[in-house]
């Protein structure tokens, strides 16, 4: 078990560093992720699928920080392997951004990353049986404002000996069918989701054994297969579970909570559940003694996992997902269709789907590319704010140290900057 030294109980995680965050305002059990911090930056200028200048080369080695001076959509043929010690900053990215569209993403032995803004979306074209997101093994990851769908297997998923991870309002979405999952999330080393949707999944919104907290997400239209899934193995798991809203759609069969047994322990605490498909929010908070969550191990208190700093009751959590969820700082049309036509309908709207290129998905769409700014020493960081921060735009000066404790001044200040 890779354990950090910010948690010194293998059981419970608890206590916490207080060292730098992967980025202000970074919340969870991977929130002191480093990254690429102190190592080279690389800018992605092109959208070719391999090759100098492409995303697939930026990242297939450690220690760097990973800037786009390109907007659009990527078309990778094969699963892109991530390094460890890696930033990728996809809020950089001009225009609308950057989707990696294809066969999935690999984070498996990817210690200390920090990937912000960038959509991956698998398909139909992906391997069968594979994950959009994998992790298999590694330790202290963060995924913030991240879009996830279409995977062939899950969409997003964690197992194994993997510790220190935070999904932070991210999207995780449209599993394909016929399997059509969000993700399982099993692994004792411990992983926070936070402000999260899961949306359009039949099952495993996630399904989680283990360590792990869950905490003001949103899980919208899940089919048969159950929303929040407790794991119902022999082994342990310690979970809190608070603040987060269930929402049935018209593919929702049952509950928002599914299976579990007296090994899950959990503490829950004002979930709230929406099930009549009306259009209008007219749900309730669940009660543990109720019929409405699974056999599970209640307890009386949380456990001291980091979780967040600014609880949100669970209807300005829901408001908090539909405004800026996913890679939201220019929304694609994926991600403006399951907002704005399938959440905010409030149960009317809502399908699982096989064939992500089928109507009214239509694939990942066009996403504009937009005009980088002007970069003269190709170091990452615009000529406009090295001018206004002091610094000289003819010379690479992105690893000064900052007084602040960044340890690249000019490209960590500004890529946090820009978000």
Known sequence: MKLSICFASLLYLAGSCSGLLAFPGAEGFGAQATGGRGGSVYVVTNLNDSGSGSFRDAVSESNRIVVFAVGGVINISSRIVVSSHVTIAGQTAPGQGITVYGNGVSYSGADNTITRYIRYRMGRSGDSGKDTITIADG???????????????????????????TISDSIIAQGLETHSCGGLIQTDGGVSIIRTLYIDNKTRNPKVKGVNEFVNNVVYNWGGGGGYIAGDSAGPSHANIMNNVFISGPSTSVTAFTRG?????????????????????????????????????????????????????????????????????????????LINNELLTYGKVGALISDEKASPINGPGNVEGGTPPRDSDNDGIPDDYETAHGTDPHSNDSARIASNGYATIDIENYINSLV
């Not at 699974?294 to 997902?321: C, E, G, M, W």
């Open 261 to 337: 047994n007296e090994n899950f322990h959990a503490y829950v605490s004002n979930n709230y559940y929406d099930p009549d498909r009306n259009g209008v929010l007219s749900g309730f908070i669940l009660s543990p003694t109720t019929d409405n969550y699974s056999p599970i191990d209640f307890q009386s208190t949380r456990y001291p996992y980091p979780t967040v700093k600014s609880l949100l009751n669970p209807l300005d959590a829901l408001h908090k997902v539909a405004s800026s969820a996913g890679a939201s700082k220019s929304r694609d049309s994926v991600d403006n269709y």
């Open 139 to 165: 330790a202290n990851m963060i995924f913030d404002h991240v879009s996830v769908s279409w995977g062939r297997d899950e969409s997003f998923s964690i197992n194994g000996d993997v510790s220190n991870v």
